[in-house]
């Protein structure tokens, strides 16, 4: 089944920093969402962008689609410690009206 | 306080047990959906229901089960068919107009360890 898959797997980065995660996927969609995870705990929306939409802002957080490359980037603007977190992106699924996640980017902001 | 509340936050099975792992929302919301985590994985879905006294199969539900009798209410059974229970479970939901158009809200997480 389709799939978004981030890259990369890890990133450790020092505060203060920009973080850039991206996610890619193989078929069509009409809607991308990004998620966080902190450890041991439940996800949390962070931002969801349609596909006739090149790229959206919310706060220190901008994502970008290009649909041509079947891709999404997150990037975080100036980290924080509490930018540690796990990222997660979930695409339409190509038949039936549900999401599918990948597997996520585990961030470290470094003090 | 709108949200999603999940219990219990720890729970431990012996072999060849059924438990049942808690889901309730006060979001109002038509779709409620179930998921397990497995370590440094993503989310894979067990199942959904988009409206009471209906529910379909995700994409692992072999040994689990559940049931929507109030639309606050998703339990999820982990059954002892299942062979490989112990993972982290998560209860989500969302506005019913397409999942994908939509943000699911995500409850807490229920820890299960077969022992």
């Known amino acids: 089944s389709q799939q978004g898959e981030e890259d990369p797997q890890a990133l450790s980065i020092q505060e203060g920093e920009n973080a850039t995660m991206n996610c890619s996927y193989k078929t069509s969609i009409n809607n991308l969402q990004w998620y966080r995870q902190n450890s041991g705990r439940g996800l949390v929306h962070l931002i969801l962008?349609?596909?006739?939409?090149r790229e959206k802002h919310s706060g220190r957080l901008r994502v970008t689609l290009d649909t041509s490359k079947k891709s999404s980037s997150l990037l975080i603007t100036a980290s924080r410690a509490a930018d540690t977190a796990s990222y997660f992106c979930?695409?339409?699924?190509?038949?039936?009206?549900?999401?599918?996640f990948g597997k996520g980017t585990r961030l470290h902001i470094l003090p | 306080d709108g949200g999603i509340t999940q219990s219990p936050k720890y729970l431990f099975r012996k072999e060849g047990q059924n438990v049942t792992l808690s889901c309730e929302q006060n979001l109002n919301h038509d779709a409620m959906y179930w998921y397990r985590q497995d370590p440094g994985q993503g989310l894979r879905l067990i199942y959904y229901?988009?409206?009471?006294?209906?529910?379909q199969k995700g994409d692992i539900a072999e040994g689990y089960s559940v049931s929507r009798e109030k639309k606050e209410s998703f339990p999820l059974t982990v059954t002892s068919a299942q062979k490989n229970p112990t993972a982290f479970y998560l209860c989500?939901?969302?506005?019913?107009?397409?999942?994908?158009?939509?943000?699911?809200?995500f409850g807490p997480g229920t820890r299960l360890t077969v022992l």
């Open positions: 979930a695409t339409d699924a190509p038949i039936d009206d549900k999401i599918i």
């Open positions: 989500a939901s969302s506005i019913m107009q397409g999942s994908s158009y939509n943000e699911q809200f």
């Open positions: 962008i349609r596909s006739n939409e």
């Open positions: 229901s988009q409206i009471v006294n209906d529910f």
